[in-house]
């Protein structure tokens, strides 16, 4: 096909390839959820609508998009990790990019009412993405260990936050300043001590997140067929199995997870 004077323009186009062989993580993170959190009423420190709805939205992503191998959500973000072979758009950061967040939010909108019953939308939430490539099983892993810290660290703060705002009458100032300065443990003992609550009994889904990895899943559906020699359809219970991103809300940051799912990380080559 000739070519038109105008094709000259493509060469304004940046090339954004992901380099060969390497993990690449989009992540996502909601936009100004401090906002949206509040005028949709969020649970504090954690609503498990909204956290549930997030993985919804996950699992819709690694469902309809290709080559997703494994996710990791907490809070308002969801990290997405590609096959390190992924061929899918050449590997065009922006291509995984938006096609992440577009279907990531556009499934936000199509399923909250299914997890927000009583509270409607008052509007169009937003979520910001980058790319950033990961050039060994190491660093991936580290990278995934990083967000499941950061999950930790801001539950903990704010299982207690909440604790001396809620239950002691604090105000947000005072609970600030209550818990400056304090380490892991003076937290742990604030809770024990002061509320008898002891953080490891809190839900694994608010101090581990939610990891997503595809499993195979028995199925039990019902079918209309129609047996040899006869001329009746028939009810019948089919079995079958179908690959299924399922939820897991494990540590992730020692080896017992990857020695469990050897599957997901392929040969460091
Ligand atoms: P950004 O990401 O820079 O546009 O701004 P934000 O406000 O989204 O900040 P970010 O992402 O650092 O922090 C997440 C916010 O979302 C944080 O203010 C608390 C809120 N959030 C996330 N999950 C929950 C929840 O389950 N309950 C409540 N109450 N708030 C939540
Ligand atoms: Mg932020
Ligand atoms: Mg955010
Ligand atoms: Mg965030
Ligand atoms: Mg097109």
Redesign the pocket.
């Known amino acids: 096909m000739a070519k038109s004077k105008f094709e000259y323009v493509r060469d304004f186009e940046m090339d954004d390839t992901c380099l060969a062989h390497c993990w690449v993580v989009v992540r996502l ?9 509040e005028k949709h009423n ?6 498990s609508r ?2 549930e709805l997030m993985t919804q939205c996950a699992q819709t992503v690694m469902i309809q998009l290709e080559d997703i191998v494994m996710a990791y959500g907490q ?3 969801y990290s997405f990790v590609f096959k390190r072979k992924s061929n899918w758009f050449r590997r065009r950061a922006s291509k995984f990019m938006t096609n992440v967040a577009s279907q990531f939010a556009s499934s936000y909108v199509f399923y909250w009412k299914d997890y927000f019953k009583d509270q409607d939308l008052l509007y169009p939430p937003a979520f ?1 993405g980058r790319v950033v490539v990961y050039p060994s099983n190491q660093t991936l892993k580290d990278y995934l260990s990083w967000r499941q810290a950061d999950c930790h660290i801001n539950n903990l703060y704010n299982t207690v936050f909440w604790m001396l705002i809620q239950r002691s009458k604090l105000t947000p100032a005072q609970a600030q300043e209550r818990l400056q300065g304090t380490l892991a443990a003076d937290k742990n003992e604030i809770l024990f001590s002061e509320y008898n609550i002891n953080y490891n009994n809190e839900p694994p889904m608010y101090r581990k997140g939610t990891v997503l990895i595809w499993k195979k899943i028995k199925e039990v559906i019902s079918k209309e067929i129609k047996l040899p020699g006869e001329t009746e359809e028939k009810k019948v219970e089919v079995t079958r199995t179908r690959t299924k991103p399922v939820a897991l809300h494990c540590d992730i940051i020692g080896d017992a997870f990857w020695k469990e799912h050897p599957e997901i990380l392929e040969d460091d080559s």
């Open positions: 993170d909601g936009r100004n959820f401090h906002r949206f959190a969020f649970a504090k420190p954690n609503d909204a956290l809070s308002d973000e910001d």
